[in-house]
């Protein structure tokens, strides 16, 4: 059944959304959340278990001191005041991918709280509220057999693998973010890249969104213009990716416009994301949803962080990626656009890497933001995924200022280093492509290019110069494009002149 | 959902066993239920006892053991052989456990 959906600029001249986010980071750390098994990702399925992510009896769970500095730390970068001492909670629920009926959590005690984070749209900021930041523990991992695509309806078991029950995992809540209005869907986008950026920052998570260490559940509701309360809102789970993010609360507020103008109410309720087609699908109703029974976990103990500690874990925090973009587009002379658009293409760390290896800003960004992202494209893969170096494209800029290879030929260069050739300077030696100097070579291609077309010489001796072009033109033909047209020029000029 | 009892607490009437029963997914009798609720509304008036206590003079209490910062190093130890832990479930598959069909919810 497909839900009927209201045009988007029609929707915001009735209503306005308010959008929340919950996120869920698995922590970097090497060994699990209350036992010492290994995180490593893509391993054989249920060789990372023991006692404890089993939930054997009589087996007791130990915190890993690294994930309280790590949720610590990522409470601090988004400003939060950090809990003197707090409780782990047990969340009571059957599911088979828990193993010991509950999750380990958080509840009323949560380890960091009213923190915020600014993200910009359109030039625009936007003040997100962080209501809390807290630490739990990763489920398994369910595989549906039997029905198709590996979904659950229809299936007639489920597979488990218990290699990713017990992984440290903080989860970040937003406050409600009222006011963003048409730009609500990029507003929420835009804080889970933020989020993403500081915390790998932080070195705390490698934050893969395609992996499953940053997932994000997306609350949307819609309320009519002016009005004192809050719609219903749903919360849509499922979104793997920072577009579906977007398109998500994009669909959602499509989708709840329709059900209010058609005078009905919106179900309080969970959805699932489709990123094959956009769309969003009911999940579990509210009405029906479990009652967890928190209650204190009584096998750890209390966390209560030292006030100094907290400190020296402060003062220790590494720039933050919003103070880096400032700095960096100080450094580089960049208007607020070009900025963007170099975040945007994913090319800031490349382009801060080229530079590093000692390539001026101004030629490093016009590699990876022009042949570099164009070649990006072109294969269907993020720029960090070519197959080339930042130090790499340093050396191939060094190379066109130094004038061994020109533009068309570094292109031709670019093509052996993506091809696993080796550096720039061996592509060159191994290719032969360098330019062509005054050589025997370069001076007998100029004299057949004259004699092969006395016509244009003519032209040329009669003052129509521009004819000249023809003639640099069959010598970079005869040369494949190894000679300097500027030489080329200048001594086909000398010789049309003496001649 | 219940009348408090006249001790002061909260008596667990049937409809509470019956949502606690469906949460623990087990499937309990219409006899079971009434005699449950009987027997488990027992069980907390006497805890509630305890609520006659005077605590006005004393901090609450927060864990059994005086401790804090009980944690270890984020170091790797051995986890079990898999065929160990396998052994230990019903039924398993394609070196995972196999559980039946997962009704009602989608993760």
């Known amino acids: ?499 | 959902m219940s009348t408090p009892s006249p001790q002061g607490t909260a008596g667990l009437g049937r409809d509470d066993v019956a949502h606690l029963a469906r949460l623990a997914r087990l499937a309990l009798t219409d006899e079971e239920l009434d005699s449950f609720a009987g027997q488990l509304s027992a069980v907390l008036d006497a805890v509630a006892e305890v609520g006659k206590a005077d605590v006005a003079d004393v901090p609450p209490m927060t864990h059994a053991v005086p401790l804090t910062n009980v944690t270890r190093p984020d170091v790797v130890t051995p986890s079990l052989p898999r065929d160990v832990v396998l052994s230990q479930a019903p039924a398993a598959e394609d070196d995972r456990f196999r559980v039946p069909q997962i009704l009602g919810e989608e993760e």
């Not at chain 1, 036992?35 to 769970?61: D, K, R």
């Not at chain 1, 956009?278 to 009405?287: A, H, I, L, M």
């Not at chain 1, 670019?414 to 061996?426: F, I, K, M, Y």
Request: glycine residues 10%.
């Open chain 1, 1 to 499: 059944m497909s839900d009927t959906l209201v045009e988007y600029h029609e929707l915001l001249t009735r209503y306005e959304p308010v959008v929340g986010l919950e996120t869920h980071v698995e922590l970097g750390t090497a060994s699990k959340m209350f036992c010492g098994c290994a995180t490593t990702f893509g391993a054989e399925p249920n060789t990372q278990t023991c006692p404890v992510c089993l939930g054997l009896p009589g087996s007791l769970p130990v915190v890993n001191a690294e994930a309280i500095a790590a949720t610590i730390r990522i409470g601090l970068a988004l400003g939060c005041r950090i809990a003197s001492w707090c409780r782990f909670a047990r969340k009571n629920y059957f599911y088979p991918d828990i193993p010991k009926g509950f999750q380990t959590s958080q509840y009323d005690e949560p380890l960091c709280t009213a923190g915020h984070l600014d993200v910009e749209v359109d030039g625009e900021t936007y003040r997100v509220e962080i209501e809390r930041v807290h630490l739990e523990e990763d489920t398994g991992k369910n595989l549906h057999v039997g029905g198709s695509t590996g979904r659950i309806h229809g299936a007639s078991h489920s597979l488990v693998d218990f290699n990713r029950a017990g992984i440290p995992l903080v989860e970040i809540v937003t406050r409600p973010i009222p006011g963003a209005g048409a730009r609500a869907p990029e507003v929420a986008r835009a804080y889970v890249a933020e989020l993403r950026d500081i915390v790998q920052s932080l070195g705390a998570s490698d934050v893969r969104m395609e992996q499953g260490s940053l997932r994000c559940d997306v609350n949307t509701s819609l309320a009519p213009i002016g009005s004192l309360e809050w719609g219903t809102r749903t919360e849509t789970k499922n979104v793997n990716s920072l577009r579906s993010v977007e398109r998500a609360v994009r669909y959602e507020m499509r989708r709840q416009a329709a059900v209010l103008d058609a005078g009905s109410r919106v179900r309080q309720e969970t959805r699932h994301f489709h990123e094959d087609t956009g769309s969003t699908s009911p999940g579990r109703s509210k009405e029906e949803a479990t009652d967890y029974r928190y209650f204190p976990e009584p096998d750890l103990v209390p966390v209560a962080p030292d006030e100094e500690w907290v400190a020296a874990l402060a003062a220790a925090l590494p720039e933050l990626p919003a103070a880096r973009r400032a700095r960096l587009q100080q450094e580089w002379g960049l208007s607020g656009t070009e900025m963007t658009w170099l975040v945007n293409a994913g090319a800031l760390g490349l382009v801060e890497a080229t530079v590093a290896a000692g390539a001026g800003p101004a030629d490093a960004r016009k590699w990876w933001l022009g042949e570099l992202a164009r070649r990006a494209n072109d294969a269907g893969v993020e720029l960090t995924a070519l197959a080339v170096t930042p130090a790499q494209v340093a050396e191939l800029g060094r190379l066109v200022a130094d004038g061994t290879v020109n533009d068309k030929l570094a292109r031709q260069v670019l093509d052996g280093v993506l091809a696993g050739e080796g550096d720039p300077a061996q592509v060159v030696r191994a290719r032969g492509l360098a330019v062509m100097g005054e050589s025997d070579e370069l001076v007998a291609a100029v004299e057949e290019a004259l004699a092969g077309n006395p016509d244009v010489v003519a032209k040329v001796q009669a003052g129509k110069v521009a004819a000249l072009g023809a003639l640099v033109g069959a010598v970079m033909r005869t040369t494949r494009g190894k000679a300097d047209a500027a030489t080329v020029k200048r001594m086909l000029e000398e010789r049309v002149a003496g001649s």
